[in-house]
Protein backbone atom coordinates (compact mmCIF):
# COMPACT_ATOMS: atom_id res chain seq x y z
CA UNK A 1 0.00 0.00 0.00
CA UNK A 2 1.24 3.25 -0.55
CA UNK A 3 -0.29 6.96 0.25
CA UNK A 4 -1.76 7.16 -2.88
CA UNK A 5 -4.15 4.50 -1.86
CA UNK A 6 -4.16 4.77 2.15
CA UNK A 7 -7.99 5.02 3.43
CA UNK A 8 -8.44 8.08 5.26
CA UNK A 9 -11.89 7.65 6.12
CA UNK A 10 -14.03 4.63 6.95
CA UNK A 11 -18.02 4.71 6.48
CA UNK A 12 -19.52 2.99 9.13
CA UNK A 13 -23.11 1.90 7.45
CA UNK A 14 -24.54 0.31 10.87
CA UNK A 15 -28.11 -0.24 9.97
CA UNK A 16 -30.43 0.52 6.84
CA UNK A 17 -33.32 1.00 8.94
CA UNK A 18 -34.21 4.56 9.08
CA UNK A 19 -37.96 6.39 10.28
CA UNK A 20 -37.58 8.62 7.22
CA UNK A 21 -38.38 8.09 4.11
CA UNK A 22 -36.74 10.52 1.40
CA UNK A 23 -37.22 10.23 -2.22
CA UNK A 24 -33.60 10.36 -2.27
CA UNK A 25 -32.82 7.73 0.28
CA UNK A 26 -29.13 6.58 0.00
CA UNK A 27 -30.29 3.12 1.27
CA UNK A 28 -30.19 0.28 -1.85
CA UNK A 29 -33.58 0.24 -3.69
CA UNK A 30 -33.92 -3.14 -2.99
CA UNK A 31 -33.66 -2.91 0.79
CA UNK A 32 -36.25 -5.88 1.25
CA UNK A 33 -33.08 -8.31 0.13
CA UNK A 34 -31.13 -6.94 3.03
CA UNK A 35 -31.40 -7.79 6.76
CA UNK A 36 -28.42 -9.19 8.81
CA UNK A 37 -26.25 -6.74 11.00
CA UNK A 38 -23.30 -7.09 12.09
CA UNK A 39 -23.15 -7.45 15.42
CA UNK A 40 -21.13 -5.02 18.01
CA UNK A 41 -18.04 -6.99 18.27
CA UNK A 42 -17.84 -7.42 14.88
CA UNK A 43 -17.56 -3.46 14.33
CA UNK A 44 -14.93 -2.99 17.39
CA UNK A 45 -12.59 -5.00 15.43
CA UNK A 46 -13.13 -3.71 12.14
CA UNK A 47 -12.75 -0.47 13.68
CA UNK A 48 -9.23 -1.39 15.13
CA UNK A 49 -8.37 -2.78 11.68
CA UNK A 50 -9.22 0.06 10.23
CA UNK A 51 -7.43 2.31 12.47
CA UNK A 52 -3.90 0.04 11.97
CA UNK A 53 -4.58 0.58 8.32
CA UNK A 54 -4.34 4.48 8.62
CA UNK A 55 -8.21 5.68 9.03
CA UNK A 56 -8.46 8.58 10.88
CA UNK A 57 -11.95 9.44 10.78
CA UNK A 58 -14.88 7.31 11.41
CA UNK A 59 -18.41 8.30 10.29
CA UNK A 60 -21.10 6.63 11.87
CA UNK A 61 -24.06 6.78 9.37
CA UNK A 62 -27.27 4.14 8.02
CA UNK A 63 -30.07 4.83 7.73
CA UNK A 64 -30.79 5.82 10.78
CA UNK A 65 -27.60 5.15 13.58
CA UNK A 66 -29.44 6.08 16.43
CA UNK A 67 -31.40 2.78 16.01
CA UNK A 68 -28.24 1.12 17.17
CA UNK A 69 -28.45 -0.05 20.74
CA UNK A 70 -24.95 -0.47 20.95
CA UNK A 71 -24.03 3.39 19.60
CA UNK A 72 -22.72 4.63 22.84
CA UNK A 73 -19.95 1.46 23.02
CA UNK A 74 -19.24 2.34 19.37
CA UNK A 75 -18.21 5.52 20.14
CA UNK A 76 -16.22 4.88 23.08
CA UNK A 77 -14.03 1.87 21.66
CA UNK A 78 -13.72 4.36 18.53
CA UNK A 79 -12.84 6.67 20.68
CA UNK A 80 -10.07 4.71 22.46
CA UNK A 81 -8.31 3.96 19.02
CA UNK A 82 -7.81 8.11 18.64
CA UNK A 83 -10.41 7.99 15.81
CA UNK A 84 -12.41 10.94 14.55
CA UNK A 85 -15.93 10.41 15.42
CA UNK A 86 -18.74 11.92 13.17
CA UNK A 87 -22.10 10.96 13.58
CA UNK A 88 -24.19 11.30 10.68
CA UNK A 89 -27.74 11.07 11.69
CA UNK A 90 -31.64 12.74 11.24
CA UNK A 91 -31.96 13.76 14.60
CA UNK A 92 -35.05 10.94 14.98
CA UNK A 93 -35.12 9.46 17.35
CA UNK A 94 -32.58 11.57 19.79
CA UNK A 95 -33.25 12.91 23.23
CA UNK A 96 -31.31 15.21 25.00
CA UNK A 97 -30.24 12.51 27.10
CA UNK A 98 -28.66 9.50 24.66
CA UNK A 99 -27.04 12.59 22.98
CA UNK A 100 -24.81 14.09 26.70
CA UNK A 101 -23.79 10.37 26.48
CA UNK A 102 -22.52 10.31 23.24
CA UNK A 103 -20.53 13.13 24.04
CA UNK A 104 -19.07 11.49 27.15
CA UNK A 105 -18.42 8.81 25.29
CA UNK A 106 -16.22 10.59 23.32
CA UNK A 107 -18.06 11.43 19.99
CA UNK A 108 -16.49 14.31 17.90
CA UNK A 109 -19.35 15.94 16.09
CA UNK A 110 -22.86 15.77 14.61
CA UNK A 111 -23.97 16.01 11.32
CA UNK A 112 -28.07 16.36 11.47
CA UNK A 113 -30.14 16.32 7.81
CA UNK A 114 -33.07 19.15 7.08
CA UNK A 115 -35.68 18.67 4.29
CA UNK A 116 -36.71 22.18 4.46
CA UNK A 117 -36.80 25.59 6.42
CA UNK A 118 -40.53 24.87 6.43
CA UNK A 119 -42.13 22.43 8.69
CA UNK A 120 -45.05 20.96 6.55
CA UNK A 121 -42.74 20.61 3.25
CA UNK A 122 -40.03 19.25 5.84
CA UNK A 123 -42.31 16.65 7.37
CA UNK A 124 -43.60 15.40 3.76
CA UNK A 125 -40.49 15.24 2.39
CA UNK A 126 -39.05 13.29 5.50
CA UNK A 127 -42.17 11.14 5.07
CA UNK A 128 -42.98 11.76 8.84
CA UNK A 129 -43.54 14.86 11.21
CA UNK A 130 -39.66 15.32 12.19
CA UNK A 131 -39.24 19.04 11.88
CA UNK A 132 -39.16 20.26 15.65
CA UNK A 133 -37.27 17.01 16.65
CA UNK A 134 -34.57 18.24 13.73
CA UNK A 135 -34.28 21.48 15.73
CA UNK A 136 -34.24 20.18 18.71
CA UNK A 137 -31.27 17.76 17.73
CA UNK A 138 -29.13 21.06 16.45
CA UNK A 139 -30.01 23.22 19.51
CA UNK A 140 -28.57 20.21 21.74
CA UNK A 141 -25.58 19.77 19.74
CA UNK A 142 -24.52 23.04 20.35
CA UNK A 143 -25.56 23.62 23.87
CA UNK A 144 -23.17 20.40 24.63
CA UNK A 145 -20.42 22.24 22.54
CA UNK A 146 -20.19 19.35 19.61
CA UNK A 147 -19.09 21.08 16.44
CA UNK A 148 -22.18 20.77 14.29
CA UNK A 149 -22.88 20.13 10.80
CA UNK A 150 -26.42 20.70 9.22
CA UNK A 151 -26.31 18.64 5.42
CA UNK A 152 -29.32 19.42 3.36
CA UNK A 153 -29.72 17.03 0.13
CA UNK A 154 -31.36 19.80 -2.38
CA UNK A 155 -33.30 19.16 -5.37
CA UNK A 156 -35.93 21.10 -7.25
CA UNK A 157 -38.36 21.11 -4.32
CA UNK A 158 -36.47 23.08 -1.86
CA UNK A 159 -33.62 24.68 -3.95
CA UNK A 160 -35.92 27.95 -3.92
CA UNK A 161 -34.82 27.84 -0.08
CA UNK A 162 -31.23 28.38 -0.32
CA UNK A 163 -31.02 32.21 2.01
CA UNK A 164 -33.61 30.16 4.20
CA UNK A 165 -31.28 27.22 5.15
CA UNK A 166 -29.00 29.69 5.39
CA UNK A 167 -30.13 31.88 7.71
CA UNK A 168 -31.10 28.26 9.71
CA UNK A 169 -27.63 27.11 9.90
CA UNK A 170 -26.99 30.96 11.65
CA UNK A 171 -29.30 30.92 13.62
CA UNK A 172 -28.46 27.46 15.19
CA UNK A 173 -24.66 28.32 14.88
CA UNK A 174 -24.00 25.32 12.77
CA UNK A 175 -20.25 24.89 12.37
CA UNK A 176 -20.70 23.79 8.35
CA UNK A 177 -23.59 23.58 6.22
CA UNK A 178 -23.61 21.46 3.16
CA UNK A 179 -25.82 22.20 0.66
CA UNK A 180 -25.67 19.02 -1.42
CA UNK A 181 -27.68 18.71 -4.70
CA UNK A 182 -29.07 14.87 -4.68
CA UNK A 183 -27.07 12.39 -6.33
CA UNK A 184 -28.98 10.61 -9.35
CA UNK A 185 -28.27 7.00 -8.05
CA UNK A 186 -30.61 4.57 -6.35
CA UNK A 187 -33.88 5.72 -5.38
CA UNK A 188 -32.73 9.60 -6.53
CA UNK A 189 -32.07 8.40 -9.90
CA UNK A 190 -35.99 6.76 -9.40
CA UNK A 191 -37.32 9.77 -8.82
CA UNK A 192 -34.81 11.66 -10.89
CA UNK A 193 -38.21 13.20 -12.71
CA UNK A 194 -39.71 14.45 -9.89
CA UNK A 195 -36.44 15.85 -8.07
CA UNK A 196 -33.86 16.95 -10.27
CA UNK A 197 -34.11 20.67 -10.85
CA UNK A 198 -33.93 23.54 -13.73
CA UNK A 199 -30.06 24.86 -14.84
CA UNK A 200 -31.22 28.57 -13.47
CA UNK A 201 -32.42 27.10 -10.59
CA UNK A 202 -28.98 25.87 -9.75
CA UNK A 203 -27.00 28.97 -11.32
CA UNK A 204 -29.15 31.26 -8.64
CA UNK A 205 -28.72 28.92 -5.40
CA UNK A 206 -24.81 28.64 -6.31
CA UNK A 207 -24.60 32.35 -6.21
CA UNK A 208 -26.53 32.90 -3.31
CA UNK A 209 -24.10 30.24 -1.67
CA UNK A 210 -21.32 31.73 -2.90
CA UNK A 211 -22.15 35.13 -1.63
CA UNK A 212 -22.95 33.36 1.60
CA UNK A 213 -19.35 31.33 2.01
CA UNK A 214 -17.50 34.91 1.96
CA UNK A 215 -19.49 36.83 3.91
CA UNK A 216 -19.70 34.21 6.86
CA UNK A 217 -15.86 32.74 6.40
CA UNK A 218 -14.91 32.10 9.73
CA UNK A 219 -18.31 31.86 11.44
CA UNK A 220 -19.93 29.03 9.09
CA UNK A 221 -18.48 27.01 6.49
CA UNK A 222 -21.09 26.73 3.45
CA UNK A 223 -20.42 23.95 0.63
CA UNK A 224 -22.36 23.68 -2.29
CA UNK A 225 -22.57 20.62 -4.52
CA UNK A 226 -23.44 20.51 -8.14
CA UNK A 227 -25.12 18.04 -9.51
CA UNK A 228 -23.24 16.11 -11.92
CA UNK A 229 -25.80 16.63 -14.42
CA UNK A 230 -24.98 20.42 -14.85
CA UNK A 231 -21.03 20.49 -14.90
CA UNK A 232 -18.50 20.10 -18.06
CA UNK A 233 -16.49 17.30 -15.83
CA UNK A 234 -17.53 14.23 -13.43
CA UNK A 235 -16.13 14.85 -9.73
CA UNK A 236 -14.00 12.56 -8.57
CA UNK A 237 -16.70 10.11 -6.76
CA UNK A 238 -14.84 9.74 -3.07
CA UNK A 239 -11.88 11.24 -4.28
CA UNK A 240 -11.53 8.24 -6.24
CA UNK A 241 -12.21 4.27 -6.29
CA UNK A 242 -10.16 2.90 -3.90
CA UNK A 243 -8.18 5.79 -2.83
CA UNK A 244 -9.49 7.27 0.55
CA UNK A 245 -12.51 5.94 1.74
CA UNK A 246 -13.89 2.09 2.51
CA UNK A 247 -17.74 1.71 3.30
CA UNK A 248 -18.60 -1.13 5.33
CA UNK A 249 -22.55 -1.87 4.78
CA UNK A 250 -24.54 -3.25 7.09
CA UNK A 251 -24.35 -6.76 6.65
CA UNK A 252 -20.23 -6.23 6.77
CA UNK A 253 -19.18 -5.78 2.99
CA UNK A 254 -16.77 -4.04 2.49
CA UNK A 255 -16.68 -1.42 -0.22
CA UNK A 256 -15.02 1.74 -2.09
CA UNK A 257 -18.44 2.98 -2.27
CA UNK A 258 -22.21 2.86 -1.10
CA UNK A 259 -23.45 1.33 -4.17
CA UNK A 260 -20.42 -0.42 -5.93
CA UNK A 261 -22.01 -3.61 -4.82
CA UNK A 262 -24.93 -2.98 -7.75
CA UNK A 263 -22.43 -3.16 -10.35
CA UNK A 264 -22.26 -6.70 -12.00
CA UNK A 265 -19.62 -8.69 -12.13
CA UNK A 266 -17.78 -7.19 -9.59
CA UNK A 267 -16.47 -9.46 -6.37
CA UNK A 268 -16.49 -7.80 -2.59
CA UNK A 269 -16.41 -9.56 0.79
CA UNK A 270 -17.19 -9.28 4.25
CA UNK A 271 -15.08 -8.10 7.05
CA UNK A 272 -16.54 -10.87 8.86
CA UNK A 273 -14.37 -13.72 6.12
CA UNK A 274 -11.41 -11.56 5.69
CA UNK A 275 -9.04 -8.60 7.55
CA UNK A 276 -9.97 -4.95 6.23
CA UNK A 277 -6.13 -4.57 5.32
CA UNK A 278 -6.35 -7.85 2.97
CA UNK A 279 -9.34 -6.55 1.32
CA UNK A 280 -8.06 -3.13 0.71
CA UNK A 281 -5.17 -3.82 -0.70
CA UNK A 282 -5.87 -7.18 -2.43
CA UNK A 283 -9.78 -7.42 -3.29
CA UNK A 284 -10.51 -7.82 -7.11
CA UNK A 285 -13.34 -5.54 -6.16
CA UNK A 286 -11.55 -2.59 -4.91
CA UNK A 287 -8.72 -3.11 -7.61
CA UNK A 288 -10.98 -3.22 -11.02
CA UNK A 289 -10.76 0.80 -11.24
CA UNK A 290 -8.27 1.52 -8.68
CA UNK A 291 -5.00 3.93 -10.47
CA UNK A 292 -5.34 4.56 -14.45
CA UNK A 293 -4.66 1.34 -16.19
CA UNK A 294 -8.18 0.64 -16.95
CA UNK A 295 -9.25 4.03 -17.96
CA UNK A 296 -10.81 3.93 -21.49
CA UNK A 297 -10.86 6.58 -24.20
CA UNK A 298 -11.04 9.65 -24.01
CA UNK A 299 -10.23 9.20 -20.43
CA UNK A 300 -7.14 7.78 -20.60
CA UNK A 301 -5.09 10.87 -22.00
CA UNK A 302 -7.67 13.53 -20.88
CA UNK A 303 -5.63 16.04 -18.60
CA UNK A 304 -8.25 15.85 -16.20
CA UNK A 305 -7.96 11.74 -15.35
CA UNK A 306 -5.91 12.90 -11.79
CA UNK A 307 -8.69 15.30 -10.88
CA UNK A 308 -11.73 12.80 -11.38
CA UNK A 309 -10.48 9.51 -11.76
CA UNK A 310 -12.84 8.62 -14.75
CA UNK A 311 -15.81 10.00 -12.83
CA UNK A 312 -18.39 7.54 -11.32
CA UNK A 313 -18.47 3.89 -11.67
CA UNK A 314 -22.13 3.46 -10.45
CA UNK A 315 -23.06 6.18 -12.46
CA UNK A 316 -21.51 4.94 -15.44
CA UNK A 317 -23.50 1.66 -15.30
CA UNK A 318 -26.67 2.81 -14.48
CA UNK A 319 -26.73 5.37 -17.25
CA UNK A 320 -25.34 3.44 -19.95
CA UNK A 321 -25.03 -0.38 -19.07
CA UNK A 322 -21.28 -0.70 -18.32
CA UNK A 323 -19.20 0.55 -15.73
CA UNK A 324 -15.99 0.48 -17.86
CA UNK A 325 -17.49 3.50 -20.13
CA UNK A 326 -16.58 7.26 -19.50
CA UNK A 327 -19.21 8.46 -16.83
CA UNK A 328 -21.44 10.16 -18.85
CA UNK A 329 -22.02 13.02 -16.73
CA UNK A 330 -18.42 14.12 -18.44
CA UNK A 331 -19.13 16.51 -21.62
CA UNK A 332 -16.44 14.46 -23.32
CA UNK A 333 -17.82 11.60 -22.85
CA UNK A 334 -19.08 9.05 -25.75
CA UNK A 335 -22.59 8.60 -23.91
CA UNK A 336 -22.95 12.31 -22.91
CA UNK A 337 -26.24 12.46 -24.70
CA UNK A 338 -27.87 10.35 -22.00
CA UNK A 339 -27.68 13.39 -19.59
Not at 111 to 118: D, E, L, N, P
Amino acid sequence: MNNEHRPYTLIAELTYRCPLHCLYCSNPSDLAEYGTEIDTDTWIRVFQEAEELGVVQLNLTGGEPLLRNDLELLVEKAGRLDLYTNLITSGVPLTFERLTRLRDMGLDSVQISIQSTKRSVSDRLAGMPSFSRKLDAMRWARSLDLPLTLNVVLHRENMAEIEELIELAERVSADRLELANAQYLGWALKNRETLLPAREQIEWARTVAAEAKVRLRGTTEILFVTPDYYTEYPKACMEGWGRRFIVVNPEGLALPCHLAHTIPGLQFEHVTHRRLADIWCHSTGFNRFRGEAWLPDPCRTCEHRTMDFGGCRCQAFHLTGDAHRPDPACSLAPGHHVI
